[in-house]
């Protein structure tokens, strides 16, 4: 069974600076029947105004992975990193025993719109660790790992027993996704058009499942999705 989570649904704020949806419960949007799914915890479909941004702030034991669909994001942290991740660039950050950092919008004139993920990690107490990746050059048509527990293939490592992969897909341009029977999956579509196993999703839904076996994605524009196969 599929269970799809429409992006009208999710919970919205707008400060001006920054236009935020929330898949799950976060900040001031509070609802009980979505609180995380497994060890996912928050997807923050965010869009920040240039120049603006999330100013130093502390985080500890938790995962914390960022997506930028389109323009750049300033990053500084305490572990004495700073980049300027750019679309198509995943930026990961063990929080663990504790790190601050700042996010920002370093153009004058362009917005920036991402994605941020928080999981819960395996246990508590790791430590603080970074790490980005590159997949603005990766081919259309193919699911790509972005991050693993193991770090298999080139993905980036991380504290949770979680698969996190990409797809950029073309118009009719179909993937599959096989799950085994004690996986979860979410799957979010960051942009575009697509069927998962025939049901039709549109940019910011999203679709949970804990019970098929493989997971069809075709696409009906050109897309990107993100599918987190979770213990």
Do not use: C
Not at 70 to 97: C, P, V, W
Not at 164 to 193: F, N, Q
């Amino acid at each position: 069974m599929l269970t799809i989570r429409k992006a009208n649904e999710r919970g919205h704020a707008d400060h001006g600076w920054l236009d935020a949806w929330h898949s799950f419960s976060f900040a001031d949007y509070h609802d009980p029947q979505h609180m995380g799914f497994r060890s996912l915890r928050v997807i923050n479909d965010d869009t920040i105004a240039p120049g603006g941004g999330f100013g130093t702030h502390p985080h500890r034991d938790m995962e914390i992975i960022t997506y930028v669909l389109r323009g750049a994001l300033e990053h500084k942290d305490s572990m004495g990193n700073g980049r300027i991740i750019r679309h198509g660039e995943f930026q990961y950050m063990a929080a663990g025993t504790g790190v601050e950092h700042s996010e920002f919008n370093p153009l004058p004139d362009k917005s920036t719109h991402l994605l941020q993920i928080w999981m819960r990690p395996d246990r508590g107490g790791h430590e603080p660790r970074y790490a980005e990746k590159s997949f603005s050059g990766e081919a259309a048509g193919k699911l790509s790992l972005v991050a693993s527990n193991d770090g298999r293939n080139e993905s980036i490592a991380i504290n949770q027993a979680a698969d996190l992969w990409l797809a950029k897909l073309k118009t009719g341009d179909t993937v599959t996704h096989d799950l085994a029977s004690d996986r979860h999956v979410w799957l979010h579509v960051a942009e575009g058009e697509m069927e998962v196993n025939g049901m039709s999703l549109s940019s910011g839904d999203a679709v949970a499942t804990s019970d098929e076996s493989r997971l069809s994605l075709k696409a009906k524009r050109s897309s990107q999705v993100l599918l987190f196969d979770l213990s």
